[in-house]
């Protein structure tokens, strides 16, 4: 079914191009934005597998007050969506700070929420109408001179935006009145879905910063939103305060539960985990799940499960033989227990991937089931295929006498990167495939994936999906030489299907389309799909209201309230 938009006509949320990638706090945080260097696990619940998947307490009365300390492994990023690239940062911009035009409901279909309306002129254009009682902390009201000067600065490539794929077939704005704006674009089905993930920045405080000078602007570590939430303080590396905003309309929630919530840079996981147990924070972003397990039973803590966009997997460099073979590629990930690795590894949480397109998605087809772990059949590939061990070492040989001998590239100091690529490697052994480990420091393994020469076999990473479908910088043929085709796939029927498919807002006949490619990519494997991870958290029990989703982990922010009897320590901040 089509998704309602606003009171607008339908239109499916579906993309185009996969936008420059949002990525989440790890060692590599300025590299590429949706790709995510394997290993930055997040820490899962205190019981067995599904005990808690949101919130505790279901049926108290919220209150207002109180802080909530968050903790996170790395700073936040600027604090302007026209700079921003850090994915932690972009969600407390959109779900804490400002407001996007519209946003996704929990059935991902759009909503108005700074505009109170919109209209679709067809499929060429829409008019967007403002609530005119939304204020800037600093008391000017927001208006649709803000809309054009973010959607100006957005399309100018001067500002190097980041999600500038979102707006590229749109053209032309007009301002109709000081709270009514027009704006006309090519016919494509993903028309709208920008305006969820970009909000509306201040014309009067930036207007006077040229767009390159834009990431060195003085507001971007002193914002000023429009948000339920307001900037109070930031100490770099160390902490960003936001205070309740009592005067945030009460048709979108109106005052926040929470008096503040405070991100904190703590770096190492252990010493995070050691604030959580006593007290001094809430809510830990990023830690061990050994850790996680060993905690005191007592504790007052409690874990969320909380669906995630993310995958991991295997990119095979189809520039390099065998890996051109897409049968060669199937027979290695026939040969890898995934499911083994997801149990030893993650405890279980997770599922088997089987292409692109994630479980949430409505072009999902579940009806396609993970290749499974089949090391006989991975053998007669290799067999037809004419792989032999000829001198009996173990190793299997070509028909040229050249050995099955390849090297998998990881980030160095992972060590979920490194158990993993140890588990790949002891199960392609046991085929006659020898793989060896090679680490590399984050940005330079990031400059030999990305560079057109493609310097390297494999590697394995983690990529979060889009809420659109976004394959055309991964897998067209068009691409090539773009940095994100770094396993240099070339599918005729897949390019036709990448470029058709986006154009069609109506999922019943795209559906069958979104089909026939993962059929494709299952039988291809230009990547081993892996696995799709949840997000796994630790929160103190005190938190109340932390519905979590896919949309992200602080889509509910706003709802958060703690049981006021329990405080936050001094070593957190003070209520």
Known sequence: MPSSTGDGGPLAPVRTRARPARFFATDARRLACTLLLVGALVAFGCGERGEERGDAGAGEQPGYGGTVVVLGPNDLDYANSLVNAEGYTAELLRFALFLPLIRYDAEL???????????????????????????WHDSVKTSAHDVLFTYERAKDPATAFPNADYFAKWGAAEIIDSFTIRFRFEPHADALAGWAFTP??????LKAFASKDLRNAPFNKNPVGNGPFKFVSYQANDRWVFEAN????????GRPYLDRLVWR?????PAQLTEVLSGNADLMISTRADQVKQHDPAADLRGIIKPSRKYDFIAWNGKRPPFDNPRVRKALTLAIDRKEILDALRGGFGELAAGPIAPFHWAFDASLRPLPYDTAAARAILTE???????????????????????ITIPAGVDFSRDVAEMVRADLEAVGVRMTTRQLEANTLIGDIFSPERRFDATILRWEADFRIGLYDLFHSA??????????????EVDRIIDQAPLISDRERAFPMWKRLQEIMRDEQPWTFMFYLPELYLMRERVRGADMDIRGTFVNVQRWWVQSAQPVTAGGAAD
């Open 200 to 205: 509306i920045m201040p014309r009067h405080l």
């Open 265 to 269: 840079v703590v770096p190492e996981n």
């Open 246 to 253: 009592p005067s945030f309309p009460q048709e979108l929630g």
């Open 385 to 407: 295929l004419g792989f032999r061990d000829r001198n009996g070492d173990g190793i299997l040989e070509d028909e040229r006498g050249k050995r099955f001998v390849f090297s």
């Open 109 to 135: 279909n759009f909503e108005p929420y700074l505009a109170e309306g919109y209209e679709l002129l067809g499929d060429t254009g829409v008019v967007f109408r403002l609530r005119q009682n939304v204020y």
């Open 479 to 492: 691409a090539l030489n773009d940095p994100y085709q770094f396993a240099s796939y070339s599918n005729p």
